[in-house]
């Protein structure tokens, strides 16, 4: 009975999380309102089914560990470096928005452990909101998000760093034991040391001995034994916090080649723990508490919101960036961390802070990651105003303007989904030709080695997010959807063609049904390489068994129409067949190649009279790489010219007759 209430409490807060995620992307919100709403819902303050919020935190715990192996994942001294003139500025913002909320806590009468981590708990801003509103908005790919990102991360580390110092604040009731807090930052630098001496070598090794088994299922045990047991080893051996212990392991994986393979294997786990951590997070909140706390609540708010964007703009001056970057900056991070979550958590349980408290800190999380979309909306208004002030302007733009976004440069351009193999073609033929081309691509290993090349790129999944209007399909010539997999191209191309009803679209089929499918979704033209393969076959069959090239294309052309059915069952096939056989049957091509002493060099197609003595007609001349179909009459033959005849049999044997003195056929 004990695992059956188990089994019904994490069916029923995913069940919820997904209509509360569901209704949170229609409404254009993060998923993780949703998340937080669901909790809600099915808590123990708001009437219906009452979770087990005890059973939920302990999954939730899981949550908190992949999140942060997933943060170490992802974590690159080089490019913090890359964006080192601005990690100042983060941290003093930090610095200043946790000191405001400390003020704000200790007017309220709370006590000084409790203001400070309600400082603490606002002063970080979301990764995993700004990198999804970057992508949204077109901005991730840009200086601008390359800068904004690199800011959260900063901000990420010092709140790691937080937690880490967090226990100490246990013990703070008569003023905080700045000693406890200096040997606990000692023990987990100890920590970090030692798992970077001996991690960076052993793990590494044991994840390329396991991945040498070519067994999927072992690679996955060994990432999550890497990722909970260097988080239990942290807790139990060096006193500090499951969090630090799973972000250095994270950074300790992120060293080894197989890193990427990893961080896609942990997603599915990361995701649906961090989903019940959500959900174990709105569970605690009650709708009352709020109501009685609404001041405290938009005061909270408006320093979030308003006072984050305002320190920014003022902070602008003390790094070298476009002012369009301090927009997105301002924008983007005007939000708070999910980490207010897991400090708020740590916070009550340490019995730091009261419950309403808590739920005051969650609610005022929860409106900001609400609000943040708003946000972007703002920065052209903002930017417009801004202007209107010329020497203010110029002395935040000092450092140069910001670059035109990539999409508004783009016209008669294609649309390339996906950088595999089949992309990568694509991308080398339009650089070929000059073609303007954009790539859309969700690896953003890929999306890097595009920027080296200079490639437009949008960083995003074409088939889930908002990245595809971004793409300014109206203006495009052509879409390009090369992913493999067919339930993604299908979305891809469903999408694309209500955005642009008449724009062509080339997609890459898996199986015969794909192929119909997406050509009732909108596809023009539906290429499934198998198949292609076969009748690739059948045209160079057809072509060394002397029929003429234009019917054989025609026909081929009539098959993909027709889904690539084998069968010849439709009238248009019956037609190109016939027409095929007939033109076998009488017509045939000939190329003959023009020796110096042959009897029409230096003869123009009209003194040369070919037409009139043999039957056989002119169709094409080749000269060297030139090629000149339907020649003028004027046009004088040269030696070396390689002529296309056209004719019936007989007349072809004429013109053999009158050339073969000197021609051979080619």
Do not use: C
Not at 366 to 391: D, K
Not at 645 to 665: N, R
């Amino acid at each position: 009975m004990n695992e059956l209430t188990l089994l019904v409490e994490i069916a029923v807060a995913l069940v919820a999380a997904f209509f509360g995620g569901l209704i949170a992307r229609r409404l254009g919100l993060p998923t993780i309102v949703g998340y937080l709403l669901a909790g809600i819902a099915i808590g123990p303050f708001t009437p219906g089914f009452v979770g087990d919020t005890e059973t939920i935190s302990q999954l939730a715990e899981l949550g908190v560990i992949f999140l942060m192996f997933g943060v170490g994942l992802e974590f690159s001294i080089a490019d913090l470096w890359k964006v080192r003139d601005i990690a100042p500025a983060a941290l003093l913002r930090m610095a200043a928005i946790a000191a405001l909320g400390y003020a704000l806590g200790r007017w309220w009468g709370w006590t000084q452990p409790s203001a400070l981590l309600l400082g603490l708990a606002l002063s970080g801003a979301s990764t995993i909101v700004l990198m999804r509103g970057l992508m949204d908005n077109s901005l991730l790919n840009t200086r601008h998000g390359q800068a904004a990102v690199g800011w959260s991360v900063s901000e990420d580390l010092a709140t790691v760093l937080i937690l880490v110092a967090l226990p100490t604040l246990a013990q703070a009731a008569n003023g905080i034991d700045w000693r406890a807090v200096g040997v606990t930052l000692g023990k987990a630098a100890a920590f970090a040391v030692i798992v970077a001496l001996i991690g960076t070598r052993l793990i590494p090794w044991v994840l390329h001995v396991i991945a040498r088994t070519r067994s999927r299922e072992l690679f996955i045990l060994a990432v999550l034994v890497v990722s909970l047991g260097t988080a239990l080893a942290a807790a139990e051996l060096f006193g500090v916090s499951l969090a630090l212990g799973a972000f250095v392991a994270g950074v300790v994986v992120s060293e080894s080649p197989l890193s990427r393979q990893a961080a896609a294997d942990i997603v599915p786990l990361r995701e649906a723990f961090a989903v019940l951590f959500f959900v174990s997070i709105g569970m605690l909140v009650n709708p009352a508490d709020l109501l009685q706390n609404i001041g405290e609540l938009l005061v909270l708010l408006a320093l979030v919101v308003a006072g984050k964007a305002a320190l920014t703009l003022l902070l602008s001056f003390t790094y070298r960036r476009p002012a369009y970057t301090t927009l997105v900056l301002a924008a983007g991070t005007s939000q708070v961390s999910e980490f207010a979550f897991i400090l708020g958590q740590a916070g009550l349980a340490l019995m730091l802070l009261e419950r309403g408290q808590y739920t005051l800190i969650l609610a005022v999380t929860l409106l900001a990651i609400t609000i943040n979309p708003l946000l972007y909306r703002l920065i052209p208004h903002a930017e417009r105003s801004s202007r209107r002030f010329p020497a203010l302007w110029q002395r935040a733009d000092r450092h140069g303007p910001a670059p035109a976004l990539p999409e508004e440069a783009l016209s008669d351009h294609i649309v390339i989904v996906g950088y595999g193999r089949v992309g990568q073609h694509i991308v080398d033929v339009a650089k070929s030709l000059g073609i303007p081309h954009l790539v859309i691509e969700s690896n953003f290993e890929r999306v890097g080695q595009l920027n080296r090349r200079g490639t437009t790129t949008l960083y995003g999944d074409a088939a889930n997010s908002e990245v595809l209007p971004h793409s300014r399909l109206e203006r495009a010539r052509a879409l390009v959807v090369t992913v493999p997999d067919e339930a993604t191209a299908e979305m891809v191309v469903a999408a694309a063609h209500d955005l642009a009803p008449d724009l062509p679209i080339i997609v890459r089929a898996a199986t015969t049904d794909g192929v119909t499918r997406l050509s009732k979704l909108g596809a023009h033209d539906v290429i499934h390489p198998e198949l292609e393969g076969g009748l690739e076959i059948v045209r160079h069959t057809l072509l060394q068994l002397g029929f003429p090239l234009r019917e054989v294309f025609e026909y081929t052309d009539a098959v993909r129409q027709d889904h690539y059915d084998a069968q010849v069952n439709s009238p248009e096939e019956h037609r190109l067949l016939h027409d095929l056989m007939r033109a076998a049957r009488g017509i045939e091509v000939i190329w003959f190649e023009l020796s110096p002493d042959n009897l029409i060099v230096g003869q123009s197609l009209a003194e040369a009279n070919l037409r009139a003595r043999t039957g056989a007609s002119v169709v094409a001349i080749l000269r060297g790489r030139e090629l000149m179909a339907n020649p003028k009459s004027q046009t004088v033959f040269l030696a070396g010219d390689r002529i296309g005849l056209i004719g019936e049999d007989a007349q072809i044997e004429a013109a053999s007759a009158l050339l073969v003195p000197a021609a051979g056929e080619a």
